[in-house]
């Protein structure tokens, strides 16, 4: 079964509003990332939050991570038509590999 | 992007033919890994790589077998192609295992008809 749950599954909002993703995992983690995938592309790496980190901050973006309740959230800020996107969180359980999550599709409107 | 190549980037090919798809990294990572991308899964890791000839299986391996005989190649081999192995193929490089963020190549469109 999948590491990690991304909720909503898509999400639309108008340009300059922040967009808000959740993330939720089962089982302990090393660390935690979230990447995004424009259509028709690869994904690209966003973010990376260890697991003794609670906030993280990149331009725009703000990570958080709560381990207690194994979630995760994205926030967008000042959202652009170019975020539009899928966003994927990915988890790792302190083996060599991520597990992805479904997805949220995100939709910027101008 | 990242120095990630895929070959071929589409590929059409009938039901029970040997298909490989070549991944090719100018970056001299030690850590290489393919995924598959379907609607409503997201990314399911098929086999990765931590080294020249050191592979292992991930999720989704049945079907597929790869090899990596020099640290910049990785295949993917689909021994007998099914048409549930339509998908987007996607490989990753990556420095160091989960410490690290993965690069992506850019996919390939495998159709199996």
């Known amino acids: 079964s999948q590491q990690g749950e991304e909720d909503p599954q898509a999400l639309s909002i108008q340009e300059g509003e922040n967009a808000t993703m959740n993330c939720s995992y089962k089982t302990s983690i090393n660390n935690l990332q979230w990447y995004r995938q424009n259509s028709g592309r690869g994904l690209v790496h966003l973010i990376l939050?260890?697991?003794?980190?609670r906030e993280k901050h990149s331009g725009r973006l703000r990570v958080t991570l709560d381990t207690s309740k194994k979630s995760s959230s994205l926030l967008i800020t000042a959202s652009r038509a170019a975020d539009t996107a899928s966003y994927f969180c990915?988890?790792?359980?302190?083996?060599?590999?991520?597990?992805f999550g479904p997805g949220t599709r995100l939709s910027v409107l101008p | 992007d990242a120095g990630i190549t895929q070959s071929p980037r589409h590929k059409v090919t009938e039901t029970g033919t040997p298909v490989t798809l070549r991944c090719h990294q100018t970056?001299?990572?030690?850590?290489m890994y393919w995924y598959r991308q379907d609607p409503g899964h997201g990314l399911r890791l098929i086999h990765y790589?931590?080294?020249?000839?050191?592979?292992d299986k991930g999720e989704v391996s049945d079907g597929y077998s790869v090899s990596r005989s020099k640290t910049e190649d990785f295949l993917l081999t689909l021994e007998s192609a099914t048409s549930s192995q339509t998908s987007v193929y996607f490989c990753a490089i990556s420095a160091a295992s989960s410490y690290n963020e993965q690069f992506f190549g850019p996919g390939t469109r495998l159709t199996v008809l």
């Open positions: 939050i260890r697991s003794n980190e």
């Open positions: 790589s931590y080294g020249v000839k050191d592979t």
């Open positions: 970056e001299n990572h030690r850590y």
């Open positions: 990915a988890t790792d359980n302190y083996g060599q590999n991520f597990v």
